[in-house]
């Protein structure tokens, strides 16, 4: 079997199970690159690790399509042995090519206190938004801020509960108390 284009991912927003559980339909966009039928695609994130390979690609209104490439929305389908272990929010990903994190560096810009934002300090408890991961994390902040106030920003650490697939560059969405707080940009990975 081959593996996808070295340059695949996609996004893991659903998941269906078919055929009484013979395969599995994990379903988003393609960010990059492509698939075809029979490629060899990595589960990432949250414990995946699986390789499996592709058995089927369906496009809109269930069309069976022999590829798909960056920007279209499909569903592929792998085997149901992954059933238990694929999840939203994992990636789907050309083996190797992506790794999944639970740790890491970011520049952060909080939102205005009229649009939900509130004071963070270390140590606090935040919902990070990765791609279709909504996971729960610790922030620290550098040594030189005790506290980010709403309209401001700067450079923290990041340890969330569980790994998410993610690469430098990476840009992310956070919540505080339940509500939007501002965004960031993954600048390292760290574990």
Not at 93 to 112: K, Q, R, V, Y
Not at 164 to 183: I, K, L, P
Request: proline fraction near 4%.
């Amino acid at each position: 079997m081959n593996a996808a284009d070295e340059s695949f991912l996609m996004c893991v927003e659903d998941v269906f199970p078919r055929n009484q559980g013979r395969v599995v339909m994990l379903a988003g966009r393609v960010e990059r690159g492509r698939v075809r039928t029979g490629d060899e695609v990595e589960i990432v994130g949250f414990g995946g690790g699986a390789i499996v390979p592709v058995e089927g690609i369906e496009a809109a209104r269930g069309r069976s399509v022999g590829e798909a490439s960056a920007g279209m929305n499909v569903g592929l389908l792998l085997p149901g042995t992954v059933a238990g272990t694929a999840e939203q929010g994992q990636v789907l990903a050309a083996p190797g090519s992506l790794t999944a994190h639970a740790g890491f560096e970011a520049d952060i810009a909080l939102l205005s206190e009229e649009d939900g934002s509130a004071e963070v300090r270390t140590g606090e408890r935040l919902q990070f938004h990765v791609r279709a991961a909504a996971v729960p994390g610790v922030v620290a902040l550098s040594r030189e801020a005790d506290a980010l106030q709403p309209l401001h920003g700067g450079v923290v650490t990041v340890t969330l509960d569980r790994p998410v697939a993610m690469e430098e560059g990476q840009f992310f969405a956070f919540r505080h108390h339940g509500r939007a707080a501002g965004t960031g940009t993954v600048t390292q990975l760290l574990r």
